[in-house]
């Protein structure tokens, strides 16, 4: 994976809206997320824009740093809804990340949520890589992906210690 690729909000914004009119299409009535931290926070929340639900977190580490695809031996919890809300007992819930790439920490964390008594679990990412998955997703989890693309390294807007070096870098890869 040595291409790299880079979004701008703008890019991200457009994707949740299209993903948002697909999640309100399917018939599920999602009652909460919960994103998958770091990388989940900010698409939960332009989520929250169109679906109006309360966001929750949990955060793994399975990445040994931001920029590579260096992965840790096993996956860490960082942070869980232990225990679960009341509030949440029985409630359907949308997953958010930003990328489903190898699919290591998205299925570590739907099986454990689906030991937790919610309802019905969905899945949303905005960006899902065409690639073989290093696991597979639970039976029943819908799933909602705002583009695929190709496995190359994606560069996040809400990573960019410059962002209008990284918005001249969108811009350019995208021409070319």
């Known amino acids: 994976m040595s291409k790299k690729v880079w979004y701008t909000y703008d890019d991200i914004h457009r994707l949740i809206a299209k993903m948002a009119a697909e999640i309100q299409a399917a018939g599920v009535r999602y009652d909460?997320?919960?994103?998958?931290?770091?990388?989940?926070?900010?698409?939960?929340?332009?989520?929250?824009?169109y679906l109006d639900v309360p966001i929750y977190a949990v955060t793994t580490e399975y990445y040994a740093n931001e920029s590579d695809a260096q992965t840790l031996d096993t996956i860490r919890t960082v942070q869980w809804l232990d225990p679960v809300p009341e509030s949440l007992v029985g409630k359907n819930i949308l997953v958010v990340d930003e990328v489903d790439?190898?699919?290591?920490?998205?299925?570590?964390?739907?099986?454990?949520?689906?030991?937790?008594?919610f309802g019905h679990?969905?899945?949303a990412v905005v960006h899902n890589k065409i690639k073989e998955k290093s696991d597979s997703l639970p039976p029943n989890i819908d799933y909602f992906a705002g583009v695929e693309v190709a496995d190359w390294w994606i560069n996040y807007p809400w990573d960019a210690n410059d962002i209008d070096e990284h918005n001249r870098l969108a811009a350019q890869s995208q021409n070319g």
């Open 32 to 49: 909460a997320m919960i994103a998958i931290g770091g990388g989940g926070f900010i698409p939960a929340r332009m989520l929250r824009c």
């Open 101 to 117: 790439d190898s699919r290591v920490t998205l299925g570590f964390v739907l099986r454990r949520l689906q030991q937790q008594g």
């Open 121 to 123: 679990i969905g899945v």
